[in-house]
């Protein structure tokens, strides 16, 4: 038995692993093309561990993951692998059509030779899981219902398009030729090994460096958050319980405009990490808005709740303290992935 992960060395894909091999001797073979998103360092616990197989390659390399599933006999695959930042889409969405649409293609195409050389009962208990985002439904107004299983797709930026579109390669895969696929499509995740590009984390790492914390427009726009390793314990829930064929949504019913985030960060690193300078919220600035920003996202999670009863563990508050205690904790990670190529997105994103 074993699962392949893809993305495995991003901030989600990271947390999965990490947290499947602390409740299971089930071997993950973790592939990954190591982008800028991607990092060793987070599973730096796993070094010496025979349960956990890293492979350096891209999701587009048919042979590669021919070679892979020929080697390794995957029993169920978990799917992270992507382009993720929707800045980033907008100032090249290249990347992310090839990565995102592109590869779930040959990734599909590549697990459904697998899965047909399957014996019957090993093809009926394999599952092809894709992780995807709530993005894919669009923008919310303010007092409409929560996003259902059902709500129309409306992706509004590169990302949220190209996320779109595997979706529904996904979905076709299942009904044309019979791939057992689960998707989950989640609100904006939080917590350790988050890259500090995104809000959460961008917004706590210029906080202890004293620079300006950037709030696009208004600073109004609703998101649901959820910590992390509740994700991953959807993901389990959904891999171990769910219908194939089917989709999940996966939120932690907690709503929150980006100005309070950010006023929420700025009051627990007052108390954890008071500045000589005074409150951090003297670092607030707005700045031009994102093109296409999307209003607001809201999750309804109670089909997965109903149907394999899950929910999230932890409430904004437990998970955000973590948060924070954890990128107060880990300044050499943060140091380490600010190197380089990171500083090129924050002169190219922000500026001076
Ligand atoms: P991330 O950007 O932190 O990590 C993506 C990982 O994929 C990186 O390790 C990168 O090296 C790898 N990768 C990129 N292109 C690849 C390729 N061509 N071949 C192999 N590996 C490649 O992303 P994340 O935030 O961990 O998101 C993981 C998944 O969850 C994505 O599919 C994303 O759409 C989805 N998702 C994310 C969120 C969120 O809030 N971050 C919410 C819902 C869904
Ligand atoms: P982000 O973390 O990029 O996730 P997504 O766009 O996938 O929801 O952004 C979350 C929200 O925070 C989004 O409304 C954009 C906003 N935001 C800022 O206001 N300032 C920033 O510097 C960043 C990165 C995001």
Redesign the pocket.
Same mark, same amino acid.
């Given at each position: 038995m074993t699962l392949l992960v893809?993305?495995?060395?991003? @901030? %989600?894909?990271s947390n999965f692993v990490l947290d499947w091999l602390a409740a299971s001797d089930e071997p993950v073979v973790n +592939?990954? #093309? +190591?982008?800028y #998103?991607? $990092?060793l360092a987070n599973l730096a616990s796993l070094q010496g561990d025979a349960r956990h197989v890293f492979v350096k390659?891209? %999701?587009?390399d048919r042979a590669l993951l021919d070679g892979l599933m020929a080697t390794h006999r995957p029993r169920a695959l978990v799917? @992270? /692998? /992507?382009?993720?930042?929707v800045d980033r889409s907008i100032h090249g969405p290249g990347e992310f059509m090839?990565?995102?649409v592109t590869?779930t293609f040959t990734l599909l195409e590549a697990t459904r030779a697998h899965w047909m050389s399957l014996d019957a009962s090993a093809k009926a208990a394999f599952r092809f899981h894709h992780?995807?985002?709530?993005e894919v439904y669009g923008s919310l107004a303010p007092e409409a219902p929560a996003f259902t299983e059902t709500h129309a797709y409306e992706p509004n930026s590169p990302y949220s398009a190209s996320?779109a579109a595997s979706d529904h390669l996904v979905r076709a895969w299942h009904h044309t030729y019979g791939l057992p696929v689960l998707t989950t $499509?989640?609100?904006?995740?939080?917590g350790p090994y988050h890259?500090p590009e995104?809000l959460i984390p961008l917004m706590i790492v210029n906080a202890l460096a004293g620079k300006p914390l950037p709030i696009y427009g208004d600073g109004m726009q609703v998101r649901d958050w959820l910590y992390v390793r509740d994700?991953c314990s959807a993901i389990r829930a959904v891999l171990a319980g769910g219908r194939p064929g089917e989709v999940y949504n996966v939120g932690g019913w907690n709503e929150k405009p980006n100005r309070d985030i950010v006023h929420t960060l700025c009051a627990l690193l007052d108390e954890l990490r008071p500045s000589p300078q005074g409150p951090y919220t003297r670092l607030i600035t707005h700045v031009t808005d994102r093109p296409g920003h999307d209003r607001r996202y809201a999750i309804d999670a109670r089909k997965i709740e109903r149907e394999l009863g899950w929910r999230p563990a932890e409430t904004f508050e437990s998970g955000i303290r973590k948060t924070v205690q954890w990128y107060l904790d880990n300044a050499a990670w943060v140091a380490d992935v600010q190197s380089g190529a990171y500083r090129d997105w924050v002169q190219k994103q922000y500026g001076g």
């Open positions: 893809t993305g495995g060395a991003g @901030f %989600i894909g +592939l990954d #093309a +190591l982008t #998103a991607g $990092n390659g891209d %999701i587009c799917h @992270f /692998a /992507a382009e993720s930042h090839r990565t995102n590869g992780v995807s985002t709530d996320k $499509n989640c609100s904006n995740n939080y890259f995104k994700h």
